[in-house]
C-alpha cells in the first residue's frame, strides 16, 4: 500500500511501511559548532546521500519538511548547517546578514560547505546508504553554495541549484569543476537577472563542465518554496516546483547510474 505526499506541486508516492528517521549530525570548525540533521528511510538499502543546503534562513522546520520529502523520493537526505548553532536568522533582515557574511567570503563559504559534506559522509549509516553515490543540493543561497562546492573541485557525482545565485568572483574555478552541474531556473528571477545567466553560461563552457540549465517560464525567485509571497519578486510557483523536482530526481538517476 502506498500513501502519497506533496513535494513542491508533485505527489510522490512512498511506501506505506516506510520507516523515515531523523538523525542529528554536529561537527566543528575550530571553536564554532554545527547541528545537521540527515533524514532516511530505514527499511532501506544503498539509498544515494545528498547533501541539501537550505535557503539563507538556514537549519528550518520548513527546509527539513523539504528534505523529508526529498528522502521520500529514494535518497538519505543531510539539511546542513552553514551557519553555525550561533546563527539561527529569525526574520529577512537576520537572514541577508548571515547569508552575506559567507557570499561575500566565497572561500569561508566553500569551506563551511565541504565541512558539511564531510560530516553527512562520515555519518552515513552504512546499512542504509551507499557511500560512492553522493550529490549535493541546494535552494536560493544553498543553491550558490552548492555551486561554489563544485568550483572548489569537490568530487560527488552531481550538484543541483534550485533557484540559486550563479555569480562567483573567479570564474576560471570552473577549471576546477568535475561533477555533472544542474541549474534549475526562474525565468524572470530578478534576484539572478539575464547579465548573471549569460555570465554563468559563459563560465561553464568555457571550462567544458557537463552541465544544464533549465528556465521555468513565468518563475521567478524562491519557485520550490511555499513560504514565498513577494509578489513578482520570490514567489512560488507550483508548477515549476514540480518540473524542478522531477529534472533533479532524472539527473540523479543518471548521475549515479
Not at 533557484?163 to 530578478?190: K, M, Q, R, Y
Not at 553560461?201 to 513577494?230: I, L, R
Request: with cysteine.
Amino acid at each position: 500500500m502506498k500513501t502519497l505526499t506533496l513535494l513542491g506541486g508533485i505527489m510522490l508516492a512512498s511506501s506505506a511501511n516506510a520507516t523515515m528517521v531523523s538523525q542529528t549530525v554536529t561537527h566543528t570548525i575550530g571553536d564554532k559548532s554545527f547541528e545537521s540533521t540527515l533524514v532516511f528511510d530505514d527499511a532501506k538499502k544503498g539509498l544515494p546521500a545528498i547533501l541539501m543546503v537550505p535557503n539563507w534562513m538556514g537549519p528550518t522546520e520548513g527546509s527539513l519538511t523539504k528534505a523529508k520529502k526529498i528522502a521520500e523520493m529514494g535518497y538519505a537526505v543531510m539539511m546542513a548547517d552553514v551557519y553555525g548553532t550561533d546563527v539561527r536568522p529569525s526574520n529577512a533582515d537576520e537572514a541577508k546578514v548571515a547569508a552575506t557574511a559567507l557570499r561575500s567570503d566565497r572561500p569561508l563559504l566553500r569551506a563551511r560547505t565541504k565541512a558539511a559534506l564531510d560530516a553527512m559522509k562520515a555519518n552515513l549509516p552504512s546499512a542504509n546508504t551507499d557511500a560512492d553515490r553522493v550529490g549535493a543540493i541546494g535552494f536560493c543561497f544553498g543553491g550558490g553554495a552548492v555551486l561554489e562546492l563544485a568550483r572548489a573541485g569537490e568530487a560527488i557525482n552531481g550538484v543541483v541549484s534550485f533557484h540559486g545565485n550563479l555569480d562567483t568572483p573567479n570564474p576560471t574555478d570552473a577549471n576546477n569543476i568535475t561533477s555533472p552541474v544542474l541549474v534549475l531556473h526562474g525565468a524572470i528571477d530578478p534576484f539572478v537577472p539575464a547579465k548573471q545567466v549569460a555570465d554563468f553560461e559563459q563560465e561553464m563552457s568555457a571550462a567544458k563542465v557537463d552541465w544544464q540549465f533549465v528556465a521555468y517560464g513565468g518563475a521567478v525567485h524562491s519557485f520550490t518554496n511555499p513560504a514565498a509571497a513577494m509578489t513578482g519578486k520570490a514567489e512560488y510557483h507550483p508548477k515549476a516546483a514540480a518540473r524542478s523536482f522531477i529534472a533533479m530526481d532524472n539527473f540523479f538517476a543518471e548521475s549515479f547510474n
